[in-house]
């Protein structure tokens, strides 16, 4: 049997709005601000801008119209359908409310393995993502997502047997019990950093209590977790390098960094004609390089020698296929709002190009 990537994470309904809201709102100020801007182009202050913003969002209709619908969310959901789609055997490790049994049948459709989604007797988390032409919102319930943890359930040491990976998507308090034990029981440990779960350098101190393996974080988080703007990644890493072995930070259209100790790659963006939406693009890059490292990587002992010193040009190689691999992954899903097949993404990787990775320094 082939050995699964586990995915620790949250599983809950989104609620999917579409409509032209967004779009009549900017209209309505942008028509308003224009008309008064021209006739009274020396009575501009603060507030007269927020009586005209305020106006139009007042003068929007009450009752919205817009195409609705539920599907599975979650970062768990998510990562689990994602990696699955790429070729990888994968486990998810969640929890579900009332009236989601539903999902168990959708996810096992999908080839995801749902022995260690449990479900307990509380209401299922919901988030309303309002879409719109040009930007998405998210909706997070917290209190609810809250309530959805590992507390009074008993998981066995059975789930993590035929694990190879395991990746908390986020790193949370609520997790970090299952992934100290997936460490101890040697899986190759690799975890997200969000801001909607760690806010503070103190806040992930109190939560990564040991140097685990790899880890992904935006740039713009790691800026809202420093309460700055560091001058060069290389500033950023020497804040986080404390976390993790291997560090990936992203950063949007400038592309991707990976940092360890002993080198530091950088993956420029890749300009595309047009980008339909940037939800999904990060847990889309964090698919596509576990997906490389586990085809690269035999286990948790083989990387161990890969980071040693003397082995570092085996691993600068392995993870600048990693590097490679995720950032095209997450260019299918921004151009094409899906999420790819391995033959769906090496016909895709044809039409592209991305430059040789350069090494770089602060």
């Known amino acids: 049997m082939l050995k699964e990537i586990l995915v620790l994470g949250e599983l809950h309904l989104d609620l999917n709005y579409e409509s032209d809201f967004y779009e009549q709102l900017v209209e ?5 601000l224009s008309q008064f801007i021209k006739y009274n182009p020396d009575d501009l202050n603060r507030k007269i801008f927020e009586k005209v913003i305020k106006s139009g969002f007042s ?5 919205i119209i817009g195409h609705c619908y539920f599907k599975r969310g979650g970062n768990g959901n998510n990562s689990s359908e994602f990696l699955t789609r ?13 009236g989601s049994e539903w999902m168990y049948d959708e996810l096992k459709a999908l080839g995801i393995n749902t022995d260690a989604v449990f479900q307990i007797d509380e209401i299922t988390p919901v988030s309303t993502i309002i879409k719109s032409s040009f930007t998405t919102k998210i909706h997070l319930a917290p209190n609810l997502k ?14 993590f047997e035929n694990g190879k990976i395991i990746f908390s998507t986020p790193i949370a308090k609520k997790f970090i019990e299952i992934f100290e ?14 801001t909607q779960k760690v806010q503070t350098l103190q806040q992930l101190t109190q939560l ?33 390098k404390p976390y993790a072995k291997i560090r990936v930070y992203t950063a949007g259209s400038k592309g991707s960094y990976i940092i360890t100790d002993f080198f530091n790659l950088h993956f420029p963006g890749v300009e595309v004609s047009e980008i339909v939406d940037r939800t999904g693009a990060g847990d889309c890059y964090a698919a596509g390089f576990l997906t490389k490292l586990y085809d690269a990587v035999e286990d948790k002992f083989k990387l161990n020698e890969l980071l040693k010193k003397e082995n570092s040009d085996q691993l600068k190689s392995i993870l600048s296929s990693c590097g490679k691999y995720a950032t ?8 094409r709002q899906q999420v790819p097949t391995p033959e769906e993404l090496g016909n895709f990787i044809n039409t592209l190009d991305i430059e040789n990775n350069q090494d770089f320094i602060g």
């Open 28 to 32: 309505k100020i942008v028509s308003r």
């Open 59 to 63: 003068e929007t209709p009450k009752k």
């Open 86 to 98: 790429l070729g990888i055997p994968t486990k998810l490790i969640s929890i579900i409310g009332r």
């Open 146 to 159: 809250n309530k959805m943890s590992f507390e009074g359930i008993k998981v066995d040491d059975v789930i």
């Open 181 to 194: 034990r997936a460490s101890q029981l040697d899986l190759i440990t690799a975890y997200n950093i969000e």
């Open 208 to 240: 990564i209590r040991k140097r685990y393996d790899l880890f992904f974080l935006n740039l713009k988080d790691a800026y809202i977790i420093l309460k700055n703007n560091p001058s060069s990644v290389i500033e950023v890493d020497d804040k986080f």
């Open 328 to 335: 095209y992954s997450a260019i299918y899903k921004i151009t």
